[in-house]
C-alpha cells in the first residue's frame, strides 16, 4: 500500500491548497513526505504479512477508529431518535437491530446460529 | 472455533439448489425475522414448503447429499444427512393464511448469492401471538421493537426523499 502523491495533490487542489501549503498545516516535512511517497509500502511489514497469511488485504483487517467513532455516535443519535417517538421499545433492542441492518443478511443469520447453539437457547 | 462454520457454502448450497429447483419454500420463523435485521436468537432455519412432494426438493437434496426422513407420528418429516440437518421443515404456521397467500407478500433476501423468500417481520410476529408458547412469547418483545425501529428508519428515508424533492 503506497502514498499517491497525485492523489494528495489532486486532495490538497480540491480544498485549494499547494502542496507546500498542506504539508506546512498538516505539520509534516517535505523530507518526511518525500521518504513516505518513495516507499514501496507505508504499511509496517508485519501487517502485510498477516494480511497475506489470512488471504485478505491489509485494509480489511485495518480500523479507521476515527470512522468507526463516527458510525457509532450517528447510530446513538438514531437510537435517541427513534427511542423519541417510540417511547416504549427496548433501546438495546433498537441499538442491536441498527448494528445487524449494517451487515448482508448472511451475516446476520450467522450470528443468530451462533448464539442460538453457543447459548443452547430454545 | 466451531462457531465459524455454521451456516457456511454447503448450507446455502441447499437453498441454492432449491431455488434452482424451482420449489416453492420460504424461510419463516426466528431464522426469517434475523435476516431482516432483528436481533433474534436461533438453533434453526425454518422451512416452510407450498407442497412436500415437489420433485426439486429431492433433487436438490441429492445435490447436497441429504435426504427426506417422511414423518413418523408423532415426529414431523426432517432433512437428514449432507449439510441439512440445520434444516427444519415447517407444515403450517400458526395465525397464517395459506402458504399460496402469505407468499405473495414475501421478501425476497439475497442468500448463498440467490434471492430467497422470507415471511416478512409482522407476519412473523403475528404467527408467534399465535403460537403462543413460552418461547414464542420470550421472543415477541425482540421482535415488536425490531419492526418498530425498522418502520422508524423507513419513514425516516421516505422523509428525506420528500424534502429532497421539494424545490
Known sequence: MELSPDMIK???????????????????????YYSLVRKESVLPKSIRAI??????????????????????SARNEKVHAILAVNPAVDPDNVRHTLLLLDQEPEERLRRALLRGRTFDFH | MAGHLIFTDKEAAFLRELVKNNVDFMIVGLAAATLQGAPAVTQDIDLWFKDLRQPGIKRALKKVGGFYIPPIQPRPPMFGGGHVEL?????????????????????????????????????????????GRDKDRRSLKVLQDAQKTIEALEKTRANGKTRRRRP
Open chain 1, 10 to 32: 489532486r486532495c490538497a487542489k480540491r480544498k485549494g491548497m499547494t502542496l507546500k501549503d498542506l504539508l506546512l498545516q498538516a505539520g509534516v516535512s517535505r523530507t518526511a
Open chain 2, 87 to 131: 434444516f427444519d421443515i415447517v407444515m403450517t404456521m400458526d395465525g397464517l393464511q395459506s402458504f399460496s397467500k402469505e407468499v405473495r407478500h414475501a421478501v425476497e433476501v439475497p442468500l448463498g448469492g440467490v434471492p430467497v423468500k422470507v415471511l416478512p417481520l409482522d407476519r412473523i410476529i403475528a404467527s408467534k401471538k399465535a403460537a
Open chain 1, 51 to 72: 494480511a497475506r497469511t489470512l488471504e485478505v488485504t491489509p485494509t480489511q483487517i485495518l480500523v479507521d477508529t476515527e470512522e468507526e467513532a463516527r458510525r457509532i
